[in-house]
């Protein structure tokens, strides 16, 4: 059975080995050594300043909106996991949607200024299965319009955008740590900033509001990271490169062999990006031939994934204009089977049912 992501696990004893050093301290959670190292050793891999390591990924878009949305409209994308909009419903805020660009996948950047109104405080845009969005446009955007900016970046640990990381674009930037992810903690999430003001409070915020044992800077909810999930990462990380270097042949087989059928599509990664290959996200003509494709796949034990659907505006609890584009984009796009155990022979047999399928 090969279904769409394999958690990658290091060694067992090379995992066990970090884990005991929170063992002989008697310390596993509440920010321990290992949690702390963990940070370190991100910045240092990813070239960031500001990080807070926290218990998964959706945690850090809640806290991000509850210090910037203040309860207002949020412009946001319609393309992503449905963790981006709920969290802005969960806040208190209101998503208005903008339609995406139909290569990049990203929010289209030339759309977002018609929605914004009185009531807009913040945008929060994805970088679409690690693709970046047109940073450069929304910075200009929110300067004008004085609005904060946050990025979902959970599929984009090692991307590089213009020689830097992506998560050193936006106010806050976000990313999941969970076993799905190329890096992983288990479960598990950061959040990234700009400036010492705004990662003090995205710090309290993670940690109760505390300032000290008996005293708090403000509101706060609980979103540590444990050591536990420390310990993971830290055993996880130094075979980041070597992840990276197989997910990248792998893309590039599907690549080879996919072009053979020539009415699918590819996303369009954005120029002076290096990637990290997070996802093999395939666009079929119609709805009917991607779930032709997925029947017969299904048939092999070889399970993708339609990701992203639906699309975001069509949930049942927010209100919404027809988002085209990304509408049709998740009715016809699929995920194919990407991870560091896949071998190129399986990339070859899958990418050859799916083109006998096509048509």
Excluded at 320 to 343: N, W
Aim: hydrophobic share 40%.
């Amino acid at each position: 059975m090969i279904n769409v992501t394999k958690t990658f696990l290091p060694p067992q004893d090379e995992y066990q080995a970090i884990l005991k050093e929170a063992w002989d301290a008697g310390w596993i959670t509440n920010r321990g050594v290992l949690v702390k190292r963990l940070e370190e050793k991100l910045k240092d891999f990813l070239g960031v300043v500001n990080i807070v390591a926290t218990t998964n990924g959706t945690l850090p878009l809640q806290i991000a909106l509850k210090l910037l949305g203040k309860g207002g409209e949020i412009i946001t994308t319609p393309f992503s996991y449905v963790a981006t909009t709920s969290s802005i419903v969960w806040e208190g805020c209101t998503p208005v949607f903008v339609d995406i660009h139909p290569e990049y996948l990203t929010i289209d950047e030339t759309k977002i200024e018609a929605a914004i109104t009185a009531k807009t405080t913040a945008i929060l845009a994805t970088h679409v299965f690690g693709n970046p969005c047109h940073v450069e446009a929304i910075e200009n955007i929110a300067q004008k319009h004085n609005l904060k900016v946050i990025y979902d970046a959970a599929h984009s640990f090692g991307v590089n955008y213009k020689g830097q990381s992506v998560f050193n674009y936006g106010d806050v930037s976000t990313c999941s740590f969970h076993a799905t992810k190329l890096f992983h903690t288990g479960e598990g999430g950061v959040m990234f900033c700009k400036g010492e003001t705004l990662l003090h409070k995205l710090f309290y915020s993670h940690n109760f509001g505390h300032n000290g044992s008996l005293d708090f800077y403000g509101l706060g909810i609980n979103a540590k990271m444990s050591e536990l999930q420390a310990a993971m990462g830290l055993a996880v990380l130094p075979y980041v490169d070597a992840i990276l270097a197989k997910r990248k042949t792998l893309y590039q087989a599907y690549i080879a062999e996919l072009q053979k059928c020539q009415v699918l599509q590819f996303q369009t990664i954005r120029p002076e990006t290096k990637y990290n290959f997070a996802y093999f996200p395939l666009i079929f003509p119609t709805e009917s031939i991607l779930l032709k494709v997925v029947d017969a796949l299904q048939k092999e034990q070889v399970y993708p994934r339609r990701y992203f659907y639906p699309s975001l505006n069509t949930l049942p609890y927010v209100a919404s204009q027809p988002m085209p584009v990304s509408e049709s984009i998740a009715r016809r796009i699929l995920c194919l089977p990407l991870f560091y155990e896949l071998t190129e022979n399986q990339v070859a047999k899958i990418s050859q049912t799916v083109c006998q399928n096509v048509g």
